[in-house]
């Protein structure tokens, strides 16, 4: 059974930092690529982060660039996601995701085909 499980979500406040974490199981995504999305409450679920197999090429959403970054450890089979200067607007429910067997990364998430349950962000202002 393949899952992904998010963690290090918390309340933190404005101009703080969390790091995001998400550990996989059942499969080996080492040649596949990973993102990161949030969904605040009342709004869709966007695209925050997504890296390629090797960990070698990265993107972000605009509202997040140069505040988060995306990394991996695949002999550890993880992905993780360093926030910084953390704003109000950054608070939601963050998802781990995977392709099933692409290794480029993808902005879209009807691209990924394994989510994890989602850890709650919150910043206080």
């Known amino acids: 059974q393949v899952q992904l499980v998010e963690s290090g979500g918390g309340l933190v406040q404005a101009g703080g930092s969390l790091r995001l974490s998400c550990a996989a199981s059942?499969?080996?995504?080492?040649?596949?690529?990973m993102g990161w999305f949030r969904q605040a409450p009342g709004k869709e679920r966007e695209f925050v982060a997504t890296?390629?197999?090797?960990?070698?090429?990265?993107s972000y959403a605009d509202s997040v660039k140069g505040r988060f970054t995306i990394y991996r450890d695949n002999a550890k089979n993880m992905v993780n996601l360093q926030m910084n200067s953390l704003k109000p607007e950054d608070t939601a429910v963050y998802y781990c995701?995977?392709?099933?067997?692409?290794?480029?990364?993808?902005?879209?998430?009807?691209?990924?085909?394994?989510w994890g349950q989602g850890t709650q962000v919150t910043v206080s202002s």
């Open positions: 995701a995977a392709r099933e067997s692409s290794a480029s990364g993808s902005s879209m998430s009807r691209d990924y085909a394994y």
């Open positions: 059942g499969r080996t995504f080492s040649s596949v690529a």
């Open positions: 890296i390629v197999w090797s960990g070698t090429a990265t």
